[in-house]
């Protein structure tokens, strides 16, 4: 039999369910509560519903947002020229609280981890090659535009549905990378072998498009942290350090 009141103890719990909070954490928080007074629980408990009600998912990046497109996505001040892959929507607030970045986003949901049952269909893949080909075509007409204006032969890029890209001049002709723009793709996945798996995968699914010069792939560079001792490194933080050295 507990000694706590039955709606004491369901909150106990419920904070239980809180990424890294034990019992012992989630009996003080809810003693803290209990302490102030009672306007503290009922903004809280406000704040929750609120969210719940407000809170859903960009139509293009799927970060959460209180309305369909994002204010990073509406920006027209980030470069839709770099496409930044991450796992989930706190990856998306610690590039953003870096001040680093002006690029653009997709949360993918996770990452392929067969221990776990989490397959490539279980995540955003399909949605993703959606995001790029958008993208490409924003990227087309910005350079067509730029183009016309300097008297220079319109740029045309053809999606398909299949997801194929053909980009050619109005003569039909194709033309360099240079002139219709590059789109970057930075895979930003954690340094696990989850994340390296994904990042592999995702690789594979715009390899026709990297070989084409419609996009580059690029990869957030790992390596040895300043004051690290090399004993304690794993094989593949060696490998990234020398891959990338100076």
Do not use: W
């Not at 399909?126 to 067509?144: G, H, M, P, T, Y």
């Amino acid at each position: 039999m507990s000694v706590l009141p039955q709606s004491v103890q369901k909150v106990i719990e419920y904070f239980e369910k809180l990424p890294g909070v034990g019992p012992k954490s989630a009996s003080r928080m809810v003693y803290y509560f209990l302490r102030n007074p009672h306007k503290e629980a009922t903004s809280l408990a406000d704040s929750l519903t609120e969210m719940d009600q407000k809170v859903k998912q960009c139509q293009h990046c799927y970060n959460i947002a209180e309305s369909e497109i994002c204010n990073i996505c509406n920006s027209p001040l980030r470069d839709k020229k770099k496409l930044c892959i991450v796992e989930e929507p706190l990856d998306v607030v610690a590039f953003e609280n870096s001040a680093v970045y002006d690029g653009v986003y997709f949360v993918l949901g996770g990452v392929i981890s067969p221990a776990d049952g989490i397959g490539a269909d279980d995540l955003r893949f399909d949605q993703l090659k959606v995001r790029v080909r958008n993208l490409l075509k924003e990227i087309a007409e910005k350079n067509s535009k730029d183009l016309q204006s300097k008297n220079e032969d319109s740029t045309v890029v053809n999606v398909l549905e299949d997801g194929d890209i053909a980009k050619e001049n109005n003569s039909g002709k194709t033309i360099g990378v240079d002139k219709i723009g590059a789109l970057e793709i930075i895979i930003a996945t954690n340094p696990s072998l989850e994340g390296e798996a994904t990042a592999s995968y995702i690789k594979e699914m715009f390899a026709e498009e990297v070989n084409g010069g419609l996009i580059r792939i690029s990869q957030l560079a790992m390596g040895l942290p300043t004051g690290a001792d090399l004993e304690y490194a794993d094989r593949l933080t060696l490998k990234r350090a020398l891959d990338g050295r100076n």
